[in-house]
């Protein structure tokens, strides 16, 4: 009996995935192609659109070569994609220029001048919030300066777009890839025309927003050859890595949380209709006509980590820095640390940011610090999840995947400030796995993006100490009003 496999493409910001699954979810085989970002100047932060699809060729081609993948075998491939990028491109389709990524910096100035005009009346329509990370900030920077590649463009497409037009020759758009340029209407489900005209762009020079179940058929026929698969294959737009990362773990019903944390960092959930929070503190993007994720970015996860470690030039692991943080009791002896090493999203929208140990005595050694690090950076989640409780209300579930997940402490402080169970999988292709079930709702081979919960590997949860979480919660009073008060020093 011939096999039933899908492929979840997983276009990131560090690498391109490509993994290969069975219908159950089950992984078959994977392969990975490294992403190298460019900074040609302080702050901005670029990648080669052209390397990088040639990369997802080469990542498909390994893939079903260590498989063995026989013809009829291979039933969609579905498509995850990070947010925010933004290429010029001309009349044939070529780049004008590096694609610039979601950390690049360099409307900061832009973003802040718009915050203070006509931003909130389009954050309100787009739920986007007005930062650097955005198109719709990016475009107003190249228009303002200038920039060759904006005035000479026909177009404007993320990586996931110019891949589908070289692959496909369609030019198309997800609903949650759009919604994160910052130029998406979540009532109207159309390109805002306020934002367009701020970018100073025409609704023609973008792509046509259809549903994360859009199938693609009839792939270039050199392409498809050089990855080894029909050129009949049929490939499912799919969505952002936000979406399906939270889809690929089952966490898709309302109450129903998901926290990521790596190097950085996100909490989501997802909400029926595209309500927005009226603070600006966290994000709306849209996933179907009728549904949207609500949450909010951290970029400060594991890099704050890190940058402890790199601080106290410690030479061990990072398992063996964070077991030093065991010897200390809840609130780190007195050390409160805000986690804005490298900026901050979510809630602050503030590039600005800077970190902070509030408390320090010298009695504190380098424990405590590990110690106020992790509780600090989970601080920072708990208080992006407050602000999704607003829109939401409190969460009836509670999952985590990422990498500090290998901490069992900072799991455990994770569900204490919580005060809930957490519960963690055992699989890091959540988006993968997401893209993947798209496919197959996409081809009609599955019935629902719900019957995923029925495809998922086993969790396990982590129990919270509810006198811990007293704890955390009067520390976490504190914490809230340092963030306050230095906020205003951010320069």
């Known amino acids: 009996m011939a096999r039933e496999l899908v492929i979840g493409l997983d276009l990131g910001t560090t690498s391109v995935k490509a ?20 900074h040609p100047q302080p702050g901005w932060a670029e990648q080669d659109p052209v390397q990088i699809e040639a990369s997802c060729r080469q990542a498909l081609k390994e893939v079903t070569d260590e498989a063995e993948v026989q013809e009829g075998e291979l039933v969609s491939i579905g498509i995850s994609a990070a947010m925010h990028s933004l290429i010029c491109l001309d009349e044939d389709d ?14 900061s100035a832009q973003a802040e001048k718009l915050m203070h005009t006509k931003g909130m009346d389009i954050y309100s329509r787009t739920g986007t919030p007005i930062h650097p990370m955005s198109p719709l900030n990016k475009l107003l920077w190249m228009k303002e300066n200038e920039f060759d590649g904006y005035q000479q463009a026909a177009s404007y497409m993320s990586m996931k777009e110019y891949l589908l037009k070289k692959w496909y020759g369609e030019r198309v758009i997800d609903y949650s890839m759009a919604s994160a340029t910052g130029m998406y209407n979540l009532e109207s489900h159309t390109w805002d025309k306020e934002a367009l005209e701020v970018a100073g762009i025409r609704k023609e020079q973008l792509s046509q927003i ?5 199938v693609l058929r009839g792939m270039d026929q050199h392409i498809a050859e050089e990855i080894g698969i029909p050129a009949t294959t049929p490939l499912v737009i799919g969505a952002a890595d ?19 944390v790596g190097t950085s960092g996100a909490i989501r959930q997802f909400i029926r209709g595209g309500k927005v929070n009226e603070k600006h503190e966290t994000f709306t993007y849209a996933f179907t006509e009728d549904t949207s994720i609500i949450g909010g970015p951290t970029n400060n996860g594991g890099i704050a980590l890190q940058w402890l470690k790199d601080l106290l030039d410690f030479q061990g692991t990072h398992d063996e820095l964070t077991s030093l943080a065991e010897t200390v009791s809840p ?28 408390g320090l005595n010298i009695r504190h050694r380098k424990e405590q610090l590990v110690r106020a690090v992790l509780e600090g950076i989970t601080f920072n989640i708990y208080q992006i999840g407050k602000s999704l409780e607003e829109i939401a209300g409190e969460p009836k579930k509670i999952s985590v995947n990422g990498g500090l997940t290998k901490s069992s402490l900072w799991v455990q402080i994770m569900a204490d400030v919580f005060g809930q169970e957490i519960y963690l999988s055992d699989t890091h292709h959540n988006a993968a796995w ?8 996409g081809v009609g081979r599955v019935e629902s993006f719900e019957a995923i919960k029925e495809n998922l590997p086993s969790e396990k949860a982590v129990e919270p100490n509810m006198e811990n979480h007293q704890k955390y919660m009067k520390i976490y009073e504190k914490y809230e009003k340092i963030a306050e008060d230095v906020a205003i020093h951010f320069v």
């Open 331 to 358: 609130g780190a002896d007195g050390i409160i640390f805000l986690p804005y090493v490298n900026g901050e999203r979510a809630p602050l929208w503030n590039q600005h940011a800077k970190g902070n140990f509030y």
């Open 94 to 107: 070529r780049p004008l220029s590096n694609m610039l990524i979601w950390s690049d910096g360099r409307s």
């Open 19 to 38: 993994v290969l699954f069975d219908m159950a979810g089950s992984l078959i085989a994977e392969a990975e192609q490294m992403i190298e970002t460019l």
């Open 242 to 260: 936000g979406q399906l990362a939270n889809l690929g773990n089952g966490s898709i019903l309302p109450g129903e949380v998901n926290v990521s």
């Open 434 to 441: 997401g893209a993947a079930w798209t496919a197959l709702v």
């Open 210 to 214: 259809v549903a994360p179940t859009y």
